[in-house]
């Protein structure tokens, strides 16, 4: 086996890439922090912003061009440009989930972003749109699925699988050998006992401690966790089709 890498060491998705065009799908401030982040922490020049034009409001945003979403492809060609999907957990992750899916069907590649001050050992996973940011510390293994946010100092444990769509707040621990359901909500400080297996679009209350298996749409808070009978998509004001 080879040495394991020195404390501190990059993931190769820190490095990729050549200084890309990014456009930044979002005007809100998800897409303000991408911006920075990108500008002050990556290769990628941020070139633009885009929004469904039944949202744009100004021209321009944070010192770009703002172009709407439906003709994103004649401004920026997907042949020369890639785009990163920078919203929040709006209608939990399904507003980014839809937007995302627009984008690919548009013709782009989205970049991911991964801090070069956290810790990602080099066997992870990581798919297209994750958002990692600084401190965040991720085991052997382990795999980030595609438009994941990682916010700032969490604990991803080895071969543990986080899938699409999901949003973890700061300084969640998420143990070894666990899976979390597509678009589920993890709030700040939570914490995930070893072995779980989270459902699909479940909401995690700040400072939970989840012992046991949970339900697809649950809600849950408390120490030990606890499902409060709510309905996630309710909580998160998702319209019900």
Known sequence: MGEPPAAGARHPLQTAGHGDPVVIIGTGEQAAIACEYLTCDSPHEVVAF?????????????????????????????????????????????????????????????????????FVWPSVQIGENAFIFENNVIQRMAQIGNNVILWSGNHVGHQTVIEDDCFVASHVVISGFCSVGRGSYLGVNSCVRDGLSLAEECVIGAGAVVVKDTEARGVYVGNPARPTGRDSLTTFGVARS
């Open 50 to 118: 885009s929004a469904e034009a039944d949202h744009l409001t100004t021209d321009t945003f944070c010192g770009r061009p703002v172009v709407p979403l439906e003709r994103l492809a004649s401004y920026y060609p997907p042949a020369s440009h890639r785009a990163l999907v920078a919203v929040s957990s709006t209608q939990l992750n399904r507003l980014r989930r839809r937007l995302y899916e627009a984008v690919k069907a548009a013709g782009f590649d989205c970049v991911s972003y991964v801090s070069t001050a956290a």
